[in-house]
């Protein structure tokens, strides 16, 4: 297959992917974020992390609304993407909390409104929670194909990388698939966390 076609094939099982979480109802979103909570936070990837990065959910993506919740219970730092306005296709995370002042990025989604907010260090972070298309039992993601989070992590894998933060996917269980294509920029997660079971690759 040439790069163009498995370009191409990639773009199309996004489609199919993004098509299957779209369709799931508000109860089976409901149940889903709910079972997704009672799988991750017992993780110790979970436990032992203060300082958490989560999402707000997009385009039917799994809601870890209960997950922060949660994490702001027990007194965790929560974190949000923004888009960085200074680097385009990258992210830059900055703080959340019950009483943040947010903004619409140019997606929808609404994120912390720089004005008013500094990003922290993405290395600071001890926990990513990504949002994703599509996964396999490796572990491997489907983003949303931008590259956002590729590339503000890429830093993981560099030679001389002494703290990182932990990455973890959040799926729904009908966003697996048998084996999904890999480029050479994917950044590896250490775990997949859906709304059925806890997949990890080490
Ligand atoms: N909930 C959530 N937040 C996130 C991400 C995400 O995937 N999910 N991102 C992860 O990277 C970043 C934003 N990236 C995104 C990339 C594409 C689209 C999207 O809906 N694309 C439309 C085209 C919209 C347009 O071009 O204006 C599409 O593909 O249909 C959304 C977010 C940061 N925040
Ligand atoms: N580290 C990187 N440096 C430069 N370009 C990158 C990097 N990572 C990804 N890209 C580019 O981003 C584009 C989208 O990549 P891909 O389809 O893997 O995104 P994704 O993982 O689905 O998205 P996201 O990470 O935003 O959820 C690709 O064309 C790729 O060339």
Redo the contacts with the bound molecule.
């Keep these: 297959m040439t790069p163009q076609q498995q370009l191409l094939q990639k773009k199309q099982l996004r489609q199919i992917l993004r098509e299957r979480r779209r369709r799931l109802s508000v109860s089976e979103q409901h149940h889903a974020s709910h079972r997704l909570k009672k799988i991750l936070c017992r993780q110790h990837c979970y436990l032992k992390s203060e300082r958490i990065a989560l999402?707000?959910?997009?385009?039917g993506?799994i809601d870890p609304k209960e997950i922060t919740q949660r994490a702001w219970q027990q007194g965790k730092q929560c974190f949000l993407?923004v888009?960085n306005p200074l680097k385009p296709g990258w992210?830059q995370f900055l703080p959340w909390t019950p009483t943040t002042r947010m903004k619409k990025?140019?997606?929808g989604?609404p994120?912390p409104d720089a004005r008013f907010y500094q990003p922290v260090p993405v290395w600071s972070l001890d926990l990513v929670l990504l949002?994703l298309t599509g996964f396999d039992r490796k572990s491997h993601r489907m983003?949303?194909?931008?590259g956002?989070?590729d590339r503000t992590f890429t830093f993981i894998n560099t030679p001389g990388c002494i703290r990182a933060p932990q990455l973890i996917g959040l799926a729904h269980e009908c966003q697996r698939v048998d084996h999904l294509p890999i480029n050479s920029w994917d950044i590896p997660l250490s775990g997949i966390a859906s709304d059925r079971q806890f997949y990890t690759t080490r």
């Design positions: 999402y707000l959910t997009n385009d993506e993407p888009l992210l990025n140019r997606f989604i994120e949002p983003g949303m194909g931008g956002f989070y």
